[in-house]
C-alpha cells in the first residue's frame, strides 16, 4: 500500500471539506455561548434580585451541588470520569448540575435497558456455544480459552471454528470486496453502519441495492440518527422505499434535550444470506475510501468473516432491529436461510478460533474493554494498537503501564493529523506517562488513522468497531472480532509494522521540552477528557 500513490490520486478528487465540519464548528460555538449566556444570566439575576432571594437561590444550589456531587461519587463509573464531572460542576455548578442530569449519567433509561435485555434474552438460545469447539480450544490454550469463555458469559456470544476471515488494511479493498459480495446475494443483504453519506461511494452500493431489491433479494438498513444527520443522501429513506428497501434510524435525533441522545449506534455491519459478514472502522463515506481527502491520507481497515460464525453478526443485528421497531422478529426464519446457504458451500479446511461480539450500554460488564485488558495481561512478547482517540479509563492504563513494565513491547499508533483538535490534545496528555512506563508511542504522518486494532503475541487480534476511549467503552453501541490463530494475526501484524514506516516516534526527552502552554491545554483537556 503507497499513501503517497493514494494522496495523488485522491487530490484531484479533493472537493470541500464538507458541509458537516462547518456546521460542527457554528453549533460548538453557538452552544458555548449559550452555555456562558445562560451561567451569566443566572447569576446576574441572582445579584439582581433582592438579599433575601439571593440567599435563598444560593442555598438550593448549594444544596444540588452538593447532592449531584454526592451522587455522582456513589455511581459505579471510573474515577476519572466522576472527577471530570465533578470539576466541572464546581466551576460551573448551574450549567454543570443541567448537563450532568442530562448527558453525564451513563446509564440507559431503564425503560431502554429493560427492553434492550429482554429481547437479548429471549434470543439466549439461538447462540448456543458448542463443547467441541471449546474444548479444542482449551486444549491448545488455557488462557485464551478463559478469554472466550469470559465473552461468551459476560456478552452471551460464543466462539467459532474459523471457516474464512479476511483482513484489509485498507478501505479501498474493504469496499471493492463488499460490493462484490453484495452483488452474489441471493435471499438478504443487512446493513448498519454509524453513517452512510451521499457521494460515489453511496452511488455504487446503492446501484447495486436496487438491482438485488428487483431480483427479490431482500434488504434491510438500520444507520445512526444523528451520525447521519446532515451526511444521508436526500430523501434516502423515500428513495429507498420506492426500491422495497427498509430503513430504520437508531435513536432518531430530537431538537428535543434529552440523555439518551448521547446513546449511538456505532457499529458497521453488512451481512450477506447469512454465509458472510463485514466490520471494521470504515462507515460507508467516500473519505473512507479515498475518494475524497478529508485530514491527509485516511487510513482505515476491516474484516470478512465466513461461515458459522456470521450469526453472531445476524443476531447483533436482528436484535438491533427488533429494539429499534418494536416489533417480534423472526430469527428462526434468518437463521434457517443462513443455515440451508452455508450446507451449499464446502468450506476449506482452516484453523483457529473466531469470536464476534457485542457491547453497548446495556452491558454494564463493559465486554470489549475487559477484552482489551486481558488481552494487555496476557501478552508475552507485545501488544500492537492503533485508536483515533485514545482517551482512557484509569483500569486500560494501568494494564497498558504494567504490561509495558513488565517487559512487553507496547506500542500504540494515533493520528498525526487529527479530526477533533481537543480530543486530539487530551490524547497527547497521555504521552508522557505512557513513554515514562517503555510504551512507544507513534503518530501517523500521512494522515489520519481511524483503524481500531489489538494484535498480540502473533496468535491473538481484535478488529472492530470500538475506539480506546470512554464514549466506545461506556454510551456507544459497538462490535469486535476476537480471533485465535486464524492467520489474520500476523496480517493485522504486519499492517502495523508498515504503518511504522510512514509514523513518527515521539521521543520523550524531546516531549518533555514542549511549552508550558501545550502543557497547560493538555491538563485542561486531561482533566475533561472522559467526558468528550
Not at 491448545?140 to 479476511?166: A, L
Not at 494501568?398 to 493529523?417: E, F, H, K, Q, T
Request: include cysteine; proline fraction near 2%.
Amino acid at each position: 500500500m503507497s499513501s503517497k500513490k493514494n494522496l495523488e490520486a485522491s487530490k484531484l478528487k479533493k472537493g470541500k471539506k464538507g458541509e458537516k465540519n462547518i456546521l460542527l464548528t457554528v453549533f460548538k460555538l453557538v452552544a458555548v455561548i449559550v452555555i456562558l449566556a445562560v451561567q451569566i444570566f443566572f447569576m446576574l439575576a441572582m445579584y439582581t434580585t433582592t438579599r433575601g432571594i439571593y440567599i435563598y437561590a444560593r442555598y438550593i444550589f448549594e444544596f444540588l451541588k452538593i447532592v449531584t456531587v454526592l451522587y455522582i461519587l456513589y455511581r459505579h463509573d471510573s474515577a476519572s470520569y466522576k472527577i471530570s464531572w465533578i470539576i466541572f460542576i464546581l466551576f460551573l455548578p448551574v450549567v454543570g448540575i443541567l448537563a450532568y442530569y442530562l448527558w453525564g449519567n451513563s446509564k440507559l433509561r431503564r425503560k431502554e435497558e429493560r427492553k434492550i435485555r429482554r429481547i437479548r434474552v429471549d434470543t439466549e438460545q439461538e447462540l448456543s456455544s458448542k463443547e467441541e469447539v471449546k474444548e479444542a480450544l482449551k486444549k491448545d490454550n488455557i488462557y485464551r480459552y478463559n478469554q472466550v469463555n469470559y465473552i461468551n458469559k459476560i456478552s452471551g456470544y460464543p466462539v467459532y471454528f474459523n471457516q474464512g476471515i479476511k483482513y484489509f488494511d485498507i478501505g479501498e479493498d474493504f469496499f471493492r470486496s463488499l460490493n462484490e459480495d453484495l452483488r452474489k446475494a441471493k435471499d438478504y443483504i443487512f446493513i448498519e453502519f454509524y453513517i452512510i453519506a451521499s457521494g460515489k461511494l453511496w452511488d455504487e452500493t446503492y446501484n447495486i441495492l436496487k438491482q438485488k431489491a428487483s431480483e427479490g433479494v431482500e434488504i434491510i438498513i438500520i444507520i445512526d440518527s444523528l451520525g447521519c444527520l446532515i451526511k444521508k443522501p436526500k430523501n434516502f429513506k423515500d428513495d429507498l422505499a420506492r426500491h422495497n428497501i427498509k430503513v430504520y434510524e437508531f435513536n432518531p435525533f430530537t431538537p428535543v434535550i434529552n440523555g439518551y441522545v448521547n446513546y449511538r449506534d456505532h457499529r458497521k455491519i453488512a451481512i450477506i444470506d447469512g454465509v458472510t459478514a463485514y466490520t471494521g472502522g470504515v462507515n460507508l463515506a467516500d473519505e473512507y475510501a479515498n475518494l475524497i481527502e478529508r485530514f491527509g491520507y485516511w487510513k482505515d481497515v476491516g474484516i470478512k468473516v465466513e461461515g458459522e460464525a456470521v450469526k453472531s453478526f445476524l443476531i447483533m443485528f436482528l436484535r438491533n432491529l427488533e429494539e429499534i421497531t418494536v416489533k417480534k422478529v423472526d430469527y428462526d426464519k434468518y437463521i434457517l436461510i443462513s443455515d440451508k446457504n452455508r450446507e451449499k458451500i464446502k468450506y476449506k479446511e482452516h484453523h483457529g478460533f473466531v469470536a464476534p461480539f457485542a457491547d453497548g450500554p446495556d452491558n454494564r460488564k463493559n465486554p470489549i474493554e475487559n477484552i482489551y485488558i486481558q488481552t494487555l495481561n496476557y501478552a508475552k512478547d507485545y501488544v500492537y494498537m492503533t485508536t483515533p482517540y485514545f482517551i482512557v479509563s484509569e483500569t486500560i492504563l494501568n494494564a497498558i503501564l504494567n504490561s509495558a513494565r513488565s517487559g512487553v513491547d507496547v506500542r500504540v499508533i494515533v493520528p498525526y493529523i487529527p479530526d477533533k483538535k481537543l480530543v486530539n490534545v487530551a490524547t497527547k496528555s497521555y504521552y508522557e506517562v505512557l513513554l515514562e512506563a517503555g510504551v512507544r508511542v507513534y503518530e501517523y504522518k500521512p494522515g489520519f488513522i481511524h483503524s481500531k486494532t489489538f494484535v498480540s503475541d502473533d496468535e491473538t487480534s481484535i478488529v472492530g468497531t470500538a475506539n480506546i476511549d470512554f464514549r466506545s467503552m461506556n454510551l456507544n453501541f459497538e462490535c469486535t472480532t476476537w480471533t485465535y490463530k486464524t492467520g489474520v494475526e500476523k496480517d493485522v501484524r504486519k499492517d502495523f509494522e508498515n504503518i511504522l514506516k510512514e509514523c513518527v516516534e515521539i521521543d520523550l526527552e524531546s516531549w518533555k521540552n514542549r511549552s508550558i502552554f501545550r502543557k497547560m491545554a493538555e491538563g485542561i483537556m486531561a482533566a475533561f477528557s472522559p467526558m468528550m
